[in-house]
């Protein structure tokens, strides 16, 4: 179902990303799956590094939040099927912001769109879209969910 729903949109699932240091890309809790952070890889390189405001222009770093949320979704499909996730259940998405940057729900907007794309009603999830200082390897944005999957 979500499977031929990727195919019918024309996504194709990244491979999951390897970790950066020590973690494994997601863990299942009973009827719960977990995912780390997840930065905007493409083909193992950040397509862009740099404050979102300044560096990175807003509408890049929706389209980066986009790709890494795909990359959550590869995480979670990985451990436990694509086709076994019921419900997005809450993301966290992580904006490198500018000084005076105020935009975070609005590129954080890129992972939760894709996420109802393909899991329909069962992707409107719970969020959180949050200014930091810096990500990892100089990241614009960074995004982890959770999602709710069948026994």
Do not use: C
Not at 10 to 27: D, H, K
Not at 66 to 81: T, W
Not at 84 to 97: C, D, L, M
């Amino acid at each position: 179902m979500h499977s031929q729903r990727l195919s019918e949109l024309g996504i194709e699932l990244p491979p999951v990303a390897a970790p950066v240091a020590a973690y494994v890309p997601a863990v299942r809790s009973g009827d719960h799956v977990y995912t780390s952070g997840q930065l905007p890889f493409v083909d193992g390189q950040l397509p862009a590094t740099g404050k979102v405001g300044a560096d990175v222009d807003p509408d890049q770093a929706t389209e980066l939040a986009r790709i890494a949320a795909l990359n959550a979704v590869a995480a979670a499909a990985d451990l436990v099927g694509l086709d076994n996730i019921e419900q997005v259940v809450k993301v966290n998405g992580f904006v490198a912001s500018a000084q005076d940057f105020g935009g975070q729900p609005g590129v954080i907007n890129g992972a939760s769109t894709v996420l109802q794309e393909i899991f329909a009603d069962a992707g409107v999830h719970a969020r959180a879209a949050v200014g930091v200082a810096e990500l990892p390897m100089n990241s614009p944005v960074e995004v982890d969910i959770v999602v709710r999957v069948r026994d």
